[in-house]
């Protein structure tokens, strides 16, 4: 598994770069939304909302949760 794991980052490096700003960007999301909604935040509805706009651009999604 570990040989495998290596080989897939080889041939694509910046895909764990990727993952990794994504988590960042959502973990942001998460932090402005609570600011959003006074701490009274349901984290099962931010992660429902989250995937009902996951298929937007990152600042539609932004905008779109913290309108």
């Known amino acids: 598994a570990a040989r495998l794991e290596v080989r897939k980052l080889a041939c694509r490096p910046t895909s764990s770069v990727g993952a ?3 988590r960042l960007e959502i973990k942001r999301l998460l932090r402005a939304y609570k ?3 006074g701490g009274k935040l ?3 509805q931010f992660h429902d909302s989250l995937l009902k706009l996951s298929w937007f651009p990152p600042a ?4 779109r949760l913290l309108e």
């Open 60 to 63: 539609t999604v932004r905008s």
């Open 35 to 37: 600011k959003k909604t």
């Open 20 to 22: 990794l700003m994504g």
């Open 42 to 44: 349901a984290l099962r």
